[in-house]
Protein backbone atom coordinates (compact mmCIF):
# COMPACT_ATOMS: atom_id res chain seq x y z
CA UNK A 1 0.00 0.00 0.00
CA UNK A 2 1.17 3.69 -1.01
CA UNK A 3 -0.09 7.11 -0.69
CA UNK A 4 0.36 9.82 -3.04
CA UNK A 5 1.54 13.17 -1.80
CA UNK A 6 -0.57 16.36 -2.54
CA UNK A 7 2.06 17.67 -5.35
CA UNK A 8 1.71 14.31 -6.66
CA UNK A 9 -2.35 14.65 -6.50
CA UNK A 10 -2.75 17.38 -8.16
CA UNK A 11 -1.11 16.68 -10.85
CA UNK A 12 -3.45 13.60 -11.50
CA UNK A 13 -6.89 13.14 -12.89
CA UNK A 14 -9.38 12.87 -10.03
CA UNK A 15 -12.35 10.79 -10.76
CA UNK A 16 -15.19 11.34 -7.83
CA UNK A 17 -17.41 8.81 -8.53
CA UNK A 18 -20.69 9.37 -7.36
CA UNK A 19 -24.91 8.25 -8.15
CA UNK A 20 -24.60 4.63 -8.23
CA UNK A 21 -27.27 1.81 -8.60
CA UNK A 22 -28.03 1.41 -5.04
CA UNK A 23 -31.33 2.69 -2.92
CA UNK A 24 -28.80 5.62 -2.05
CA UNK A 25 -28.13 6.77 -5.13
CA UNK A 26 -29.66 10.35 -4.37
CA UNK A 27 -27.51 10.62 -1.25
CA UNK A 28 -24.48 9.84 -3.08
CA UNK A 29 -25.05 12.58 -5.77
CA UNK A 30 -25.61 15.11 -3.40
CA UNK A 31 -21.95 13.94 -1.46
CA UNK A 32 -20.38 13.76 -4.67
CA UNK A 33 -21.42 17.14 -5.78
CA UNK A 34 -19.93 18.53 -2.59
CA UNK A 35 -16.88 16.86 -2.80
CA UNK A 36 -16.26 17.66 -6.37
CA UNK A 37 -16.40 21.49 -5.73
CA UNK A 38 -14.19 21.21 -2.35
CA UNK A 39 -11.11 19.76 -4.09
CA UNK A 40 -12.07 21.69 -7.05
CA UNK A 41 -11.66 24.69 -4.91
CA UNK A 42 -8.20 23.51 -3.92
CA UNK A 43 -7.34 23.21 -7.09
CA UNK A 44 -7.19 19.92 -7.73
CA UNK A 45 -8.21 18.22 -11.68
CA UNK A 46 -11.39 16.42 -10.65
CA UNK A 47 -14.48 14.62 -13.07
CA UNK A 48 -17.62 13.41 -11.59
CA UNK A 49 -18.55 10.23 -12.96
CA UNK A 50 -22.00 8.85 -12.73
CA UNK A 51 -21.65 5.22 -11.59
CA UNK A 52 -23.07 2.76 -13.62
CA UNK A 53 -22.29 -0.74 -15.63
CA UNK A 54 -20.26 1.35 -17.33
CA UNK A 55 -17.74 2.18 -14.80
CA UNK A 56 -14.45 0.53 -16.34
CA UNK A 57 -14.90 2.13 -19.93
CA UNK A 58 -15.62 5.05 -18.12
CA UNK A 59 -12.27 5.05 -15.96
CA UNK A 60 -10.10 4.71 -19.23
CA UNK A 61 -12.44 7.08 -21.32
CA UNK A 62 -11.84 9.82 -18.51
CA UNK A 63 -8.09 9.61 -17.89
CA UNK A 64 -8.75 8.66 -14.31
CA UNK A 65 -6.00 8.26 -12.02
CA UNK A 66 -7.25 8.86 -8.51
CA UNK A 67 -11.00 7.53 -7.21
CA UNK A 68 -12.61 9.53 -4.76
CA UNK A 69 -15.54 7.44 -4.10
CA UNK A 70 -18.24 9.30 -2.84
CA UNK A 71 -20.59 6.11 -3.47
CA UNK A 72 -23.33 4.73 -0.61
CA UNK A 73 -24.54 1.27 -0.45
CA UNK A 74 -24.52 -1.78 -2.74
CA UNK A 75 -22.15 -1.98 -5.61
CA UNK A 76 -20.08 1.33 -4.62
CA UNK A 77 -19.83 0.52 -0.09
CA UNK A 78 -19.62 -3.27 0.06
CA UNK A 79 -16.15 -3.73 -1.98
CA UNK A 80 -17.35 -4.15 -5.58
CA UNK A 81 -16.10 -0.47 -7.10
CA UNK A 82 -13.06 -1.08 -4.69
CA UNK A 83 -12.42 -4.99 -6.22
CA UNK A 84 -12.83 -2.98 -9.57
CA UNK A 85 -10.46 -0.17 -9.07
CA UNK A 86 -7.73 -2.53 -7.27
CA UNK A 87 -7.51 -4.50 -10.50
CA UNK A 88 -7.25 -0.83 -12.53
CA UNK A 89 -4.34 0.11 -10.32
CA UNK A 90 -5.83 2.88 -9.49
CA UNK A 91 -5.71 4.49 -6.10
CA UNK A 92 -8.84 5.04 -4.18
CA UNK A 93 -10.05 6.61 -1.22
CA UNK A 94 -11.59 4.76 2.02
CA UNK A 95 -11.82 1.14 3.14
CA UNK A 96 -10.38 -2.03 1.27
CA UNK A 97 -12.35 -4.97 -0.36
CA UNK A 98 -12.80 -7.11 2.92
CA UNK A 99 -13.30 -3.96 5.51
CA UNK A 100 -16.07 -2.49 2.50
CA UNK A 101 -17.83 -5.78 2.26
CA UNK A 102 -17.80 -6.77 6.30
CA UNK A 103 -19.08 -2.95 6.99
CA UNK A 104 -21.95 -2.83 4.84
CA UNK A 105 -23.23 -6.44 6.26
CA UNK A 106 -24.86 -5.72 9.29
CA UNK A 107 -24.63 -9.45 10.42
CA UNK A 108 -21.13 -9.84 9.45
CA UNK A 109 -20.19 -6.57 11.27
CA UNK A 110 -22.15 -7.80 14.24
CA UNK A 111 -19.73 -10.93 14.09
CA UNK A 112 -16.54 -9.10 13.85
CA UNK A 113 -17.52 -6.54 16.84
CA UNK A 114 -18.64 -9.32 19.02
CA UNK A 115 -15.48 -11.10 18.78
CA UNK A 116 -13.64 -8.21 19.46
CA UNK A 117 -15.61 -7.48 22.60
CA UNK A 118 -17.73 -4.47 21.20
CA UNK A 119 -20.85 -3.99 22.38
CA UNK A 120 -23.81 -4.84 19.96
CA UNK A 121 -27.60 -4.79 20.87
CA UNK A 122 -28.45 -8.57 20.50
CA UNK A 123 -29.80 -9.44 17.71
CA UNK A 124 -31.45 -12.60 14.84
CA UNK A 125 -31.18 -12.52 11.49
CA UNK A 126 -32.80 -14.67 9.15
CA UNK A 127 -31.92 -16.11 5.43
CA UNK A 128 -35.82 -15.80 4.45
CA UNK A 129 -39.00 -13.93 4.82
CA UNK A 130 -40.94 -16.98 5.80
CA UNK A 131 -38.48 -18.21 8.87
CA UNK A 132 -38.49 -14.62 9.81
CA UNK A 133 -42.19 -14.37 9.94
CA UNK A 134 -42.28 -17.91 11.87
CA UNK A 135 -39.78 -16.29 14.66
CA UNK A 136 -42.24 -13.71 15.62
CA UNK A 137 -43.84 -15.28 19.10
CA UNK A 138 -40.16 -17.00 19.83
CA UNK A 139 -37.51 -13.93 19.42
CA UNK A 140 -35.60 -14.13 22.48
CA UNK A 141 -36.06 -10.90 23.72
CA UNK A 142 -38.66 -8.78 24.11
CA UNK A 143 -40.48 -5.95 21.51
CA UNK A 144 -40.27 -2.96 20.41
CA UNK A 145 -37.19 -4.42 18.33
CA UNK A 146 -35.43 -3.01 15.05
CA UNK A 147 -36.25 -4.81 11.95
CA UNK A 148 -33.63 -3.81 9.17
CA UNK A 149 -32.27 -5.10 6.11
CA UNK A 150 -28.65 -6.36 6.25
CA UNK A 151 -27.06 -5.00 3.14
CA UNK A 152 -28.57 -1.20 2.68
CA UNK A 153 -27.90 2.36 4.27
CA UNK A 154 -28.71 5.25 5.44
CA UNK A 155 -31.47 3.59 7.37
CA UNK A 156 -33.04 2.54 4.29
CA UNK A 157 -35.54 0.03 5.27
CA UNK A 158 -34.93 0.27 8.85
CA UNK A 159 -38.75 -0.16 10.97
CA UNK A 160 -38.91 0.23 14.37
CA UNK A 161 -41.64 -2.52 15.63
CA UNK A 162 -43.80 -1.84 19.01
CA UNK A 163 -46.57 -5.03 18.05
CA UNK A 164 -46.84 -7.86 16.20
CA UNK A 165 -48.62 -6.68 13.58
CA UNK A 166 -45.77 -4.08 13.07
CA UNK A 167 -43.45 -6.68 13.26
CA UNK A 168 -44.58 -8.89 10.54
CA UNK A 169 -45.42 -5.40 8.27
CA UNK A 170 -41.85 -5.13 8.75
CA UNK A 171 -40.55 -8.13 7.27
CA UNK A 172 -42.65 -8.04 4.52
CA UNK A 173 -41.16 -5.08 3.06
CA UNK A 174 -37.52 -5.69 4.49
CA UNK A 175 -37.67 -9.39 3.03
CA UNK A 176 -37.95 -7.24 -0.37
CA UNK A 177 -34.41 -5.43 0.10
CA UNK A 178 -30.98 -6.71 -0.06
CA UNK A 179 -29.80 -9.10 1.93
CA UNK A 180 -30.74 -11.26 5.13
CA UNK A 181 -33.59 -9.54 7.89
CA UNK A 182 -31.93 -8.74 11.14
CA UNK A 183 -33.98 -8.17 13.99
CA UNK A 184 -32.37 -6.28 16.61
CA UNK A 185 -33.37 -6.01 20.23
CA UNK A 186 -33.82 -1.99 20.87
CA UNK A 187 -31.93 -0.12 23.20
CA UNK A 188 -33.46 2.99 24.34
CA UNK A 189 -31.14 5.89 24.91
CA UNK A 190 -29.65 9.05 23.55
CA UNK A 191 -28.20 8.70 19.53
CA UNK A 192 -24.72 9.72 19.29
CA UNK A 193 -22.45 8.59 16.04
CA UNK A 194 -18.52 8.79 16.67
CA UNK A 195 -15.92 9.78 13.80
CA UNK A 196 -12.57 8.21 12.59
CA UNK A 197 -10.44 9.93 10.98
CA UNK A 198 -6.44 7.98 9.78
CA UNK A 199 -7.04 5.79 12.31
CA UNK A 200 -7.94 8.34 15.27
CA UNK A 201 -11.19 9.09 16.59
CA UNK A 202 -12.40 12.67 15.64
CA UNK A 203 -15.31 12.76 18.54
CA UNK A 204 -18.44 12.56 19.42
CA UNK A 205 -21.43 14.30 17.76
CA UNK A 206 -25.43 13.98 19.86
CA UNK A 207 -28.56 13.21 17.44
CA UNK A 208 -31.68 14.68 18.43
CA UNK A 209 -34.14 13.27 16.05
CA UNK A 210 -37.33 15.28 15.19
CA UNK A 211 -38.77 11.56 15.22
CA UNK A 212 -38.27 8.44 17.48
CA UNK A 213 -36.12 7.46 16.42
CA UNK A 214 -32.95 8.83 13.60
CA UNK A 215 -34.41 7.14 10.66
CA UNK A 216 -34.44 8.11 6.70
CA UNK A 217 -36.71 10.36 7.01
CA UNK A 218 -35.15 12.19 10.17
CA UNK A 219 -31.73 12.17 8.61
CA UNK A 220 -32.38 13.59 4.94
CA UNK A 221 -36.11 15.34 4.77
CA UNK A 222 -36.78 16.69 8.49
CA UNK A 223 -36.40 20.26 6.96
CA UNK A 224 -34.07 21.36 9.77
CA UNK A 225 -35.91 19.99 12.96
CA UNK A 226 -33.38 17.52 13.96
CA UNK A 227 -30.75 18.90 16.02
CA UNK A 228 -27.17 18.02 16.17
CA UNK A 229 -24.68 18.77 19.29
CA UNK A 230 -21.10 19.00 19.09
CA UNK A 231 -19.14 18.17 20.84
CA UNK A 232 -21.70 15.50 22.57
CA UNK A 233 -22.70 16.84 26.28
CA UNK A 234 -21.91 13.48 27.76
CA UNK A 235 -19.81 13.40 31.39
CA UNK A 236 -16.12 12.60 29.89
CA UNK A 237 -15.89 8.80 30.96
CA UNK A 238 -19.08 8.26 28.99
CA UNK A 239 -17.34 10.05 26.22
CA UNK A 240 -14.38 8.37 26.05
CA UNK A 241 -16.28 5.40 25.63
CA UNK A 242 -17.69 5.99 23.02
CA UNK A 243 -14.75 7.17 21.34
CA UNK A 244 -12.62 3.89 22.31
CA UNK A 245 -16.05 2.09 20.89
CA UNK A 246 -15.78 4.00 17.53
CA UNK A 247 -12.32 3.29 17.12
CA UNK A 248 -12.46 -0.12 18.01
CA UNK A 249 -14.73 -0.28 15.48
CA UNK A 250 -12.82 0.95 13.09
CA UNK A 251 -9.67 -1.30 13.83
CA UNK A 252 -11.41 -4.62 14.21
CA UNK A 253 -13.30 -4.21 10.60
CA UNK A 254 -9.87 -3.28 9.07
CA UNK A 255 -11.45 0.63 7.67
CA UNK A 256 -9.08 3.13 6.24
CA UNK A 257 -9.55 6.85 5.60
CA UNK A 258 -12.64 7.83 7.77
CA UNK A 259 -15.82 5.84 9.42
CA UNK A 260 -18.81 7.30 11.57
CA UNK A 261 -20.21 4.28 13.88
CA UNK A 262 -23.59 4.50 14.96
CA UNK A 263 -24.01 4.08 19.45
CA UNK A 264 -26.88 4.12 21.65
CA UNK A 265 -26.07 5.50 24.72
CA UNK A 266 -28.13 4.30 27.57
CA UNK A 267 -29.54 6.35 30.41
CA UNK A 268 -27.02 4.13 32.74
CA UNK A 269 -24.28 4.74 30.77
CA UNK A 270 -23.79 1.63 28.56
CA UNK A 271 -22.44 1.77 24.88
CA UNK A 272 -24.33 -0.03 22.38
CA UNK A 273 -22.86 0.22 18.84
CA UNK A 274 -25.52 -0.42 15.93
CA UNK A 275 -22.68 -0.53 12.78
CA UNK A 276 -20.05 1.49 11.29
CA UNK A 277 -20.00 3.33 7.98
CA UNK A 278 -16.85 2.64 5.55
CA UNK A 279 -18.12 5.36 3.41
CA UNK A 280 -19.81 8.29 5.55
CA UNK A 281 -21.79 10.47 3.81
CA UNK A 282 -20.65 13.91 2.60
CA UNK A 283 -23.55 16.36 2.01
CA UNK A 284 -24.11 19.87 3.91
CA UNK A 285 -26.24 17.47 6.69
CA UNK A 286 -23.79 14.37 7.33
CA UNK A 287 -22.16 13.54 10.44
CA UNK A 288 -18.24 13.10 10.01
CA UNK A 289 -18.15 16.34 8.36
CA UNK A 290 -19.73 18.04 11.27
CA UNK A 291 -17.21 16.59 13.58
CA UNK A 292 -14.87 17.41 11.36
CA UNK A 293 -15.94 20.79 11.83
CA UNK A 294 -15.83 20.70 15.44
CA UNK A 295 -11.82 19.89 15.04
CA UNK A 296 -10.88 22.79 13.44
CA UNK A 297 -10.82 20.79 10.04
CA UNK A 298 -13.40 22.22 7.57
CA UNK A 299 -15.03 20.79 4.39
CA UNK A 300 -12.87 21.51 1.55
CA UNK A 301 -9.68 20.10 4.29
CA UNK A 302 -11.79 16.87 5.27
CA UNK A 303 -12.06 15.82 1.26
CA UNK A 304 -8.36 16.86 0.73
CA UNK A 305 -7.92 14.60 4.17
CA UNK A 306 -9.19 11.38 2.68
CA UNK A 307 -8.05 12.16 -1.03
CA UNK A 308 -3.87 11.94 0.50
CA UNK A 309 -5.72 8.49 1.93
CA UNK A 310 -6.16 7.07 -1.66
CA UNK A 311 -4.22 3.97 -2.31
CA UNK A 312 -4.40 0.22 -3.76
CA UNK A 313 -4.42 -1.88 -1.04
CA UNK A 314 -4.17 -5.16 -1.96
Do not use: W
Not at 221 to 234: C, D, I, R, V, W
Request: overall charge neutral.
Amino acid sequence: MSTLSKDELKRKRVGVLLGGLSSEREVSLRSGAAVAKALRGLGYDVVEIDVGRDLPARLVAEKVEVAFIALHGRYGEDGCVQGLLECMFIPYTGSGVMASSLGMDKVFAKQVFIAHGIPTPPYRSFTSRDAALAAVDSLPFSLPVVVKPSREGSSVGVHLCKTREAYLAAVEDVSQRAGSILVEQFIKGREVQGGVLDDQALGVIEVVAAREFYDYEAKYKSGGTTQYLFPAPLPPEQYARVNEVCLGAHRALGCSGGSRSDVILTPSGDVFLLETNTLPGMTESSLLPKIAAGNGIDFPSLCERLLQGASVKA
